[in-house]
T-cell receptor, first 115, second 112 residues
C-alpha cells in the first residue's frame, strides 16, 4: 500500500526555471514531511523538512509548501541550476502504531536542469 | 568522521548464492534500516531495527534476513529465495522518534 504518492516521475527545466514536485499522503497520523535529494550512485541526503504546524518553509532556493487539509505538500526549487539535477524523494512519518514510527517514501522524481 | 559505512560498494553473485551486505554506523543511532532501490522506483523498506536483538519486517522482507547483535551493525543477507535480487541497497539510521534519516553510500548487487 503506497501511502505517499509523488508526481511527476521526471521533470526537465531550463536553468533558472522552477521545478515543482508534488506529494500526497493518506495517513493523518503523519506529522513530519522531509524531502531527500539523491545524486547518481549515492545515498539520499536530507534537503529540507516541514511539520504540519506551518504552511511553508524556505531554505536557500528550496521551498516546501504544505496543505494539511488537502494532505498535500510540494517542493519548489527556485532559480534552478544544473547542479540541482538529481532525484528527489518526498517522505512522511509519524509516531505511534498508526504512523509506523518509520519514514514512508514517495516514488521519486528525476529532475534535469538544462544549462 | 561520523557516518554510515556500507560494504561492498559493488557485488556480483551467481544465482542460488546467499550474499551478505555490511552496514556499520558510528553515529550512536538507535534505529537502523535497509531499503531497496530499483531503477525509476522509490525506496522500499526491507527490514528495520529499533533496538539491539530486535528487528521488524518492512514492506518487502521476503527473501532477506537481518541481524542486530550490536548497536552499530545491521547486516543484510540476500538469500537465494529472493527472486529478483539485482538492485541498489541502501542502509540508513537515525535516533528513535526523530525524523532525519542518514543514509550510507549504497551497495549495488548484480546477479549473474
Amino acid at each position: 500500500q503506497q501511502q505517499v504518492k509523488q508526481s511527476p516521475q521526471s521533470l526537465i527545466v531550463q536553468k533558472g526555471g522552477i521545478p515543482i514536485i508534488n506529494c500526497a499522503y493518506e495517513n493523518t497520523a503523519f506529522d513530519y514531511f522531509p524531502w531527500y535529494q539523491q545524486f547518481p550512485g549515492k545515498g539520499p541526503a536530507l534537503l529540507i523538512a516541514i511539520r504540519p504546524d506551518v504552511s511553508e518553509k524556505k531554505e536557500g532556493r528550496f521551498t516546501i509548501s504544505f496543505n494539511k487539509s488537502a494532505k498535500q505538500f510540494s517542493l519548489h526549487i527556485m532559480d534552478s541550476q544544473p547542479g540541482d539535477s538529481a532525484t528527489y524523494f518526498c517522505a512522511a512519518s509519524g509516531r505511534g502504531e498508526a504512523a509506523g514510527n518509520k519514514l514512508t517514501f514517495g516514488g521519486g522524481t528525476r529532475v534535469l536542469v538544462k544549462p | 568522521d561520523g557516518g554510515i559505512t556500507q560494504s561492498p560498494k559493488y557485488l556480483f553473485r551467481k544465482e542460488g548464492q546467499n550474499v551478505t551486505l555490511s552496514c556499520e554506523q558510528n553515529l550512536n543511532h538507535d534505529a537502523m534500516y535497509w531499503y531497496r532501490q530499483d531503477p525509476g522506483q522509490g525506496l522500499r523498506l526491507i527490514y528495520y531495527s529499533q533496538i539491539v536483538n530486535d528487528f521488524q519486517k518492512g514492506d518487502i522482507a521476503e527473501g532477506y534476513s537481518v541481524s542486530r547483535e550490536k548497536k552499530e551493525s545491521f547486516p543484510l543477507t540476500v538469500t537465494s529465495a529472493q527472486k529478483n535480487p539485482t538492485a541498489f541497497y541502501l542502509c540508513a539510521s537515525n535516533f528513535l522518534n526523530t525524523g532525519e534519516l542518514f543514509f550510507g553510500e549504497g551497495s549495488r548487487l548484480t546477479v549473474l
